[in-house]
């Protein structure tokens, strides 16, 4: 188990006549991942509504500011039980025994053209052995043949713009590696979190997305970009891609800075928490679906 404490700070200056938000930076709550204390200071007096979608259980916070300046402050200390899988006995889950709340993972999405990828995913990985192997070798692939380098690309990136340039960020990174496996019939989503263990010559800490695959019955988390610590990942939001997930989705006129975020591990003699590192073995932290009858 790790327990994390990270915040998030927002700053935004709005125009008239204000402008709708739609923020995704609330802690997923799950069977993994225990929020154990968490704060949420919004400056402008308005009314606030969280929502929760109950497939992903990510949390959506709206609200409607006026015109000026709004900060947004919130923090949280999250405990995370991780289930730890021996990757050689993880197998690929047959279309015909997909949940319902699965078969959305394995079509095309805006980002992740997985129907233009066919030919390349089939000639690199179709001749591989089925199971959680197969997508440890789609994930290391995307690494050594996708450069990471900030500021080369932009919000309209899709997965054929990097299988072609061979350079991106993260979230590139992520849409690349998702896309090969649907390609391939294996549901991928589009997760986001922040980048604990993050080389700081990358820049601050910043928000960061990572890849969660449907082996055997549970989704299993993968870092293709692989800048950051998969056991220090926080769920935030899920989806098909980084359309679903922003952490601000806003309508309406604004400027603003750079996020401002920070993450540390929590470790005390006694207690269960350890410190996030990179471990060999397959890692989750969300059990299968159950869909209603």
């Not at 010559?201 to 293709?224: I, K, N, Q």
């Not at 220090?232 to 891609?241: N, P, S």
């Amino acid at each position: 188990m790790v327990r994390i404490q990270f915040a998030i700070d927002l700053q935004y200056e709005l125009n008239y006549p204000g402008a709708d938000f739609v923020f995704n930076i609330h802690a997923a709550q799950t069977t993994s991942q225990s929020i154990i204390s968490e704060s949420l200071v919004v400056s402008q007096q308005v009314p606030t509504v969280i929502q929760t979608a109950p497939a992903t259980h990510a949390r959506f916070l709206r609200l409607t500011a006026a015109p000026g300046p709004l900060h947004i402050a919130y923090q949280a200390l999250v405990d995370i039980d991780h289930h730890i899988g021996n990757p050689d006995l993880i197998p690929e889950t047959p279309i015909g025994q997909l949940p319902l709340s699965v078969l959305s993972y394995i079509y095309p999405s805006r980002y992740c053209q997985s129907d233009r990828l066919a030919m390349l995913s089939m000639s690199e990985f179709g001749h591989l052995p089925k199971g959680y192997r197969r997508v440890e070798a789609i994930r290391n692939w995307v690494n050594k043949h996708v450069a990471f380098r900030s500021n080369t690309t932009s919000s309209t990136t899709s997965a054929l713009d990097t299988v072609t340039d061979r350079v991106g960020v993260c979230r590139d990174f992520a849409h690349l590696m998702i896309a090969i496996c649907r390609a391939l019939s294996i549901p991928a989503r589009f997760t986001t979190g922040i980048d604990y263990g993050a080389d700081p010559a990358l820049g601050p800490t910043d928000f960061h997305a990572y890849v969660e695959v449907f082996l055997g019955g549970r989704w299993y988390m993968f870092d293709p970009s692989g800048t950051a610590i998969p056991m220090g990942f926080v769920r935030l939001g899920t989806g098909r891609d980084a359309a679903d997930v922003s952490y601000a989705t806003i309508f309406g006129g604004v400027s603003s800075p750079p996020p401002l975020i920070s993450v540390t591990a929590i470790t005390e003699p006694g207690r269960p928490w350890e410190l996030p590192r990179h471990r060999p073995e397959a890692i989750s932290t969300d059990a299968a679906p159950v869909d209603a009858a």
